[in-house]
């Protein structure tokens, strides 16, 4: 079994950007897709993009293609979401997940991200 903690979100101004982080423990060896999800208030999970073992990004959600970039760092277990140019609408709780080659899916707890206008 897998673990992730997500931490780094946070209130940011309009066009202000964020780093979050997502640090994998237990299971960890084996193959994973790893990706971030958000959920808006009143909205359902959407899956934004994802990357796998051969660093190859897959995104889920056009609207961040360009703003916002997936990253592995596989000696430390640790997921990260640059995300830059940040809009009101990308306010939402942002989750990481991990799926492994058998379908179970991994979640974190989740964390706030707010973006003022």
């Known amino acids: 079994e897998v673990q992730l903690q997500a931490s780094g979100g946070g209130l940011v101004k309009s066009g202000g950007s964020l780093r979050l982080s997502c640090v994998a423990t237990?299971?960890?060896?084996?193959?994973?897709?790893v990706s971030w999800f958000r959920q808006a208030p009143g909205k359902e999970r959407e899956g934004l993009l994802c990357?796998?073992?051969?660093?190859?990004?897959?995104y889920y959600e056009d609207s961040v293609k360009g703003w916002f970039t997936i990253s592995l760092d596989n000696s430390k277990n640790t997921l990260y979401l640059q995300m830059n140019g940040l809009k009101p609408e990308d306010t939402a709780v942002y989750y990481c997940?991990?799926?492994?080659?058998?379908?179970?899916?991994?979640w974190g707890q989740g964390t706030q991200v707010t973006v003022s206008s």
């Open positions: 237990g299971r960890t060896t084996g193959t994973y897709t």
């Open positions: 997940n991990a799926r492994d080659t058998t379908g179970i899916n991994y």
């Open positions: 990357i796998n073992r051969e660093d190859v990004t897959t």
